[in-house]
């Protein structure tokens, strides 16, 4: 199985990333093909709402030169997409979100051209949050469950972790025990709640 996780966070070192570590760790034990994308790092601009894209059959399409054509290549490529993000005024950092904007020109639902370049992939959100899980991360999960829906992905679930206590919650072993075990249900093709 071929993953994309698409690390959101701002801090290349921070606390998202110290809770992708086991989780790719655990993708790639179980044989899985992973491609890890840090997104602070590149240049995403935003969507100019053209839908140039929408007229471009078979290709993502889009007129602006950035490193969103990669990305979209490496979502295409995959059998399953993770969004890693810590969780900012109940939803993702800004380099996720122009990313999300972008995905445009993966579904051709607005112009001439026609069909869709990820339909049938899977999703699923690793998360790291300050509040209560619900309360940090519902606006955020409500988001991507649309996104499947209107892109006919499937969405497989979050696994999340709060900061209760500085950023030692994020090594411990509680939270790495649970970031591998979400991985291995991923790898193994089950849904996960929540």
Known sequence: MKFTILMGS???QGNTAVLCRPFVEELKRCGAQVRYITLADKQILPCRGCYACQNVQGQYGCVLHDDMQQIADDLI???CIVLAAPIYAWYCPTSMKLVLDRHYGLNKFYGTAQGSLWAGKRLALLLTHGYEREYATQPFVLGMQRLCEHSNLQYCGMY???DTDGPEVFRSPEAERGAREFARTLAENR????
């Open 10 to 12: 701002p801090r290349l």
């Open 77 to 79: 490529w995959s059998d």
């Open 160 to 162: 999340s972790v709060r």
């Open 191 to 194: 849904r996960v709640t929540g």
